[in-house]
């Protein structure tokens, strides 16, 4: 079994549409983060959210770590080509060593 | 936050050979994550690289097949031995960022290097 579950796991959409990404567990959280991975290129952090119903935007996207810390969304507005990639939760654990776990991913085409 | 090289960026092996993968970091740093991405899914922790010791692998790896050395703070390198097509995949180095204001530790990647194997 998986710790962290995404869905959907594909998403096709036109140039405009908006988007939610989500990502669930049953496991309580301290912090989760969002990777987008886009191809030939490593995950990049998009952001790290901390407190129960905490919601977090980065230009078109809003990002909100559930009340109870075991889940996320990602929400896209108007989604755009450039936001073509795969993107990921991960957790890892606070102090010192941890070991980032990542989740199922979601791979989001954006048509123009 | 540190920068990543990695190489070979992608190589074509036959069956039965092994190839070795290198990563640089343009900083010192304690440890180092190898992680697998095989074609359309996530990625999975291989092991974790310490400066001066011994690799700790995740449950499914074994040191025979996958190697790694760590011979300083900046470098290290991941050998996938005696390779078989289902060693295909999207090789990951990693290191490990603080986030002062989440108290979590988060990571930057390498570029990887995509494998095939014949």
């Known amino acids: 079994t998986q710790l962290l579950e995404q869905s959907p796991q594909f998403l096709s959409i036109q140039e405009g549409e908006n988007l939610t990404v989500y990502c669930n567990s049953s496991s309580v959280f301290s912090s989760l983060q969002w990777y987008r991975q886009e191809p030939g290129e490593g995950p990049v952090l998009l952001v790290t959210v901390v407190t129960g119903g905490e919601v977090k935007k980065l230009k078109r996207l809003t990002f909100q770590f559930g009340d109870a810390r075991k889940d996320s969304s990602l929400h896209i507005t108007a989604a755009q080509p450039g936001d073509t990639g795969l993107y990921l939760c991960?957790?890892?654990?606070?102090?010192?060593?941890?070991?980032?776990?990542f989740g199922t991913g979601t791979k989001l085409q954006v048509i123009p | 936050s540190a920068v990543i090289s990695q190489k070979p960026s992608r190589d074509i092996c036959q069956r039965g050979t092994s190839l070795t993968i290198q990563c640089q970091v343009d900083s010192q740093v304690t440890m180092m994550f190898w992680y697998r991405q095989q074609p359309g899914q996530s990625l999975t922790l291989i092991a974790t690289a310490n400066q001066g010791s011994e690799a700790t692998y995740e449950s499914g790896f074994v040191i025979d097949k996958f190697p790694i050395s760590r011979p300083n703070l900046t470098f290290s390198t991941l050998t996938v031995s005696n390779m078989s097509p289902e060693d295909s995949s999207i090789y990951l180095c990693?290191?490990?960022?603080?986030?002062?204001?989440?108290?979590?530790?988060?990571?930057?990647f390498g570029a990887g290097s995509r494998l095939t194997v014949l």
């Open positions: 990693s290191v490990e960022i603080p986030q002062r204001y989440s108290g979590a530790n988060v990571l930057t």
């Open positions: 991960a957790v890892g654990y606070s102090g010192g060593y941890q070991k980032v776990t």
